[in-house]
């Protein structure tokens, strides 16, 4: 499922992360997005360790930094920083004109829980 997230002037700053939720109405899903080097990224806003939304935190290079216990994934993949953690739902992003469209996998749309 692809829907529109955002006009790209509402994406936050460069080095800075920023909460969006889904506009459907059904939905729960709130993303973490930042942008990297002019290019916006997203994954799950809702930190797996105690959920804290990670859109509070900070970026540290590529890693997004919970603002709980400092834990950190690469805001590009989801990767966790640290073997053993888990890794977050990322979401493509993608520009047409001045909006930003994100693709939402089948098998997340409806499963959404944050
Ligand atoms: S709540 Fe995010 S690292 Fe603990």
Known sequence: ?????CYVDN??????????????P????SLCVGVLDGQPFAV?????????????GKLDGENVVCPLHAWKW????GGPLHA???ALPSYELRQYGDEIFIRIPTE???KEAC
Request: net charge positive; glycine share 8%.
């Open 108 to 110: 997340r749309v409806g």
């Open 44 to 56: 799950d806003n809702l930190c797996p360790h105690q959920g804290a939304p990670l859109s509070a």
């Open 26 to 29: 059904d939905s729960h899903l």
């Open 74 to 77: 690469n805001l590009k993949t």
């Open 11 to 24: 994406l936050p700053d460069e080095g800075k992360l920023k909460a969006f939720a889904d506009s459907r």
């Open 1 to 5: 499922m692809i829907r529109k997230l």
């Open 84 to 86: 053993g953690d888990p």
